[in-house]
T-cell receptor
Framework: DAGITQSPRHKVTETGTPVTLRCHQTENHRYMYWYRQDPGHGLRLIHYSYGVKDTDKGEVSDGYSVSRSKTEDFLLTLESATSSQTSVYFC????????????????FGPGTRLTVL | KNEVEQSPQNLTAQEGEFITINCSYSVGISALHWLQQHPGGGIVSLFMLSSGKKKHGRLIATINIQEKHSSLHITASHPRDSAVYICAVPSSGSARQLTFGSGTQLTVLP
């Protein structure tokens, strides 16, 4: 358990409405990521953060923005939700593992299922 | 960008069978992830390895860095092993964002 929570866990919204998803971590990790998972496409990176106020785009960033004002929170915002953004959203953190070779391993939150009608 | 391919896409086995899932990637990497996702569930990290073999219980992961190939084996499979298994490779940049395979849906029948 890497101490990652996501909220809300489920959300149904209408096209054109703004939506914000929250990822919260308790272990003070520098790197955080937002992925979306869709049938036929698998998991794809939306945005990531490498520190407070430091973010960058991923593979499928159009229509999404992020913010990180505190180390523990990484917010994903859909400014005007569209049906194509119906998906399951996963947050992840990166931490170094120990007890052998050191890896920068990613650990995932429980996911948020978003439906845009 | 690294291309990650998994095979098979779907796999059905009888309880007790030995399972192998394969993952190939196109660009050299430092390490590779194996992840597990149960239906409707979250994503759990099973292994991260950079060489040789790792074992956790009935799960064994191997990697051949020169051939850009990894395998996940499950010995004495059980219905509770039914899940999607995903391999993922990190980018070479500092962000280390993951590129994922399409996943292998494993169903183990009692």
């Amino acid at each position: 358990d890497a101490g990652i929570t996501q909220s809300p866990r489920h959300k149904v919204t209408e096209t054109g409405t703004p939506v914000t998803l929250r990822c919260h971590q308790t272990e003070n990790h520098r790197y955080m990521y937002w992925y979306r998972q869709d049938p036929g496409h698998g998991l794809r990176l939306i945005h990531y953060s490498y520190g407070v106020k430091d973010t960058d785009k991923g593979e499928v960033s159009d229509g999404y923005s992020v913010s990180r004002s505190k180390t523990e929170d990484f917010l994903l915002t859909l400014e005007s939700a569209t049906s194509s953004q119906t998906s399951v959203y996963f947050c992840a953190i990166r931490r170094s593992t120990s007890g052998g070779p050191t890896y920068n391993e990613q650990f995932f939150g429980p996911g948020t299922r978003l439906t845009v009608l | 960008k690294n291309e990650v391919e998994q095979s098979p896409q779907n796999l059905t086995a009888q309880e007790g069978e030995f399972i192998t899932i394969n993952c190939s990637y196109s660009v050299g990497i430092s390490a590779l992830h194996w992840l597990q996702q149960h239906p409707g569930g979250g994503i759990v990290s099973l292994f991260m390895l950079s060489s040789g073999k790792k074992k956790h219980g009935r799960l064994i992961a191997t990697i051949n860095i020169q051939e850009k190939h990894s395998s996940l084996h499950i010995t004495a499979s059980h219905p509770r092993d039914s899940a999607v298994y995903i391999c993922a490779v990190p980018s070479s940049g500092s962000a280390r964002q993951l590129t994922f395979g399409s996943g292998t849906q494993l169903t183990v029948l009692p």
